[in-house]
């Protein structure tokens, strides 16, 4: 069997890498490491090419050391998984000790949807005390109104003046 391992710099080091390797010799696989050096939540060039390469079921696992490492969101982590799974590749989680194969079943997508619905309901009532205490201390919530919305805006018409501006670029 062919497996990816995938690695993020802050959180993963080289006992990790280490780890990991040893992980996939003891399950007696092939494997190629991919590293992402940077932690942006948008450029994450390696886990980009290792997602193609899985697309494109040019291996058959993968083998993260723990599920932050490989999403930033649960809505991304069980949205790919699901993808993953449903290709019939297994996808393994050593910190959590959680394997992901074949078929992502019932049972496992409704527990990490569960688990989305309470992170999103935890950040939603975070969010909504926060403004309650602004509120309450005289501060009012939002973007601080500039000189921009002094002005009164047109905004009827706008679609027929954005398509006459283009239509005049193309003339000139």
């Known amino acids: 069997m062919k497996a990816a391992i995938y690695l993020r ?3 993963d080091d080289e ?13 007696g696989w092939e494997y190629e490491v991919y590293f992402d050096k940077t932690n942006k939540r948008k450029t994450r060039p390696a886990k980009s090419r290792l997602l193609k390469k ?5 291996f058959e696992a993968v083998l993260i050391e723990a599920l932050n490492t490989w999403a930033n969101t649960s809505t991304e982590l069980i949205r790919e998984i699901a993808e993953l799974s449903d290709k019939g590749m ?9 394997r992901f194969s074949g078929g992502f079943s019932d049972t496992q997508n409704q527990m990490l949807r569960a688990f ?22 005289g501060i ?8 921009k919305d ?14 006459l501006k283009r239509q005049m670029k193309r003339v000139v």
């Open 90 to 98: 297994v996808f393994i989680s050593v910190f959590e000790k959680l």
């Open 116 to 137: 989305n619905r309470f992170e999103q309901n935890m950040l939603n009532e975070k969010a909504s005390l926060a403004i309650k205490r602004s509120k309450s201390r």
């Open 9 to 11: 710099e802050p959180m």
């Open 54 to 58: 899985l697309r494109n079921k040019e």
């Open 150 to 163: 002094k002005i009164k805006r047109k905004n009827d018409g706008y679609l027929v003046r954005e398509s």
């Open 140 to 147: 009012n919530p939002g973007r601080p109104r500039g000189a």
């Open 15 to 27: 006992n990790t890498g280490k780890r990991l390797i040893a992980k996939a010799n003891e399950y």
